[in-house]
């Protein structure tokens, strides 16, 4: 079965910079949630859309934004990057039947490093 | 705002031995609560989700449990296996319409 998937998996950034994340919901999935891990740390939630609008907000950052995009993929961009942006980024997807929210499926990540 | 605690946050057993894991939320009012193994530097793979209105789920070897009045969850699994060692989280879906999540047992079944 397919799964989600994101891209890239691995990225090395410096300080300053700005990286684009990117990720491809389960099909027909119509929700995709982004979350981040900091080392040794539980996900924290960022942000999630439902049919290509925005849903929910979390704790990201004023640098950071994303988007939802025709075809459902979704980019988390982040700006001016931060050492302490330095994290497992994971994306998710779900579908939401008749109001109720099922299982979200998450993808393999992708590790942002910041020197 | 919802806080899940998660107990213990590590725990050793020797292969064969049945354990639980305990998960405790702060706001009852939920739609869900998901249970998630994390492997080392992995992605989260979902084992078992329990709607608000059930009492339980079971895949396997693994049996959740959710009492929401008291905020509970556990997540029991017979006879383990060295392959069972990862970390188990688990995550509950609120009013907030977001995954919140423990922070984790880290699990070691020794051969």
């Known amino acids: 079965a397919a799964g989600v998937i994101q891209s890239p998996r691995h990225l090395i950034k410096e300080k300053r910079e700005t990286a684009t994340l990117k990720c491809y919901p389960i099909?027909?999935?119509?929700?995709v949630y982004w979350y981040q891990q900091g080392p040794g740390q539980d996900p924290q939630f960022l942000i999630s859309?439902?049919?290509?609008?925005?849903?929910d907000k979390g704790s990201i950052p004023d640098r950071f934004s994303a988007q939802q995009f025709s075809d459902y993929h979704s980019e988390l961009n982040m700006s001016s990057l931060e050492l302490g942006d330095s994290a497992l980024y994971f994306c998710?997807?779900?579908?939401?039947?008749?109001?109720?929210?099922?299982?979200?499926?998450f993808g393999p990540g992708t590790r942002l490093l910041v020197l | 705002k919802q806080e899940v605690t998660q107990i213990p946050a590590a725990l050793s057993v020797p292969e064969g031995e049945n354990l639980v894991l305990n998960c405790s939320f702060t706001?009852?009012?939920?739609?869900?609560l998901q249970w998630f193994r994390q492997d080392p530097g992995k992605g989260l793979t979902s084992l078992l989700l329990?709607?608000?209105?059930?009492r339980e789920q079971t895949s396997g070897r693994l049996n959740a449990s959710l009492d929401k009045s008291s905020g509970r969850s556990t997540l029991y699994i017979a006879a383990s296996q060295p392959g069972d060692s990862a970390t188990y989280l688990c995550?509950?879906?609120?009013?907030?319409?977001?995954?919140?999540f423990g922070s984790g047992t880290q699990l070691t079944v020794l051969p």
């Open positions: 998710a997807s779900s579908s939401r039947l008749a109001g109720i929210q099922e299982t979200q499926y």
């Open positions: 099909p027909r999935h119509d929700t």
């Open positions: 859309f439902y049919e290509k609008m925005q849903s």
């Open positions: 706001d009852s009012a939920i739609y869900n």
């Open positions: 329990i709607q608000s209105s059930q």
């Open positions: 995550a509950v879906w609120g009013s907030a319409r977001q995954l919140t």
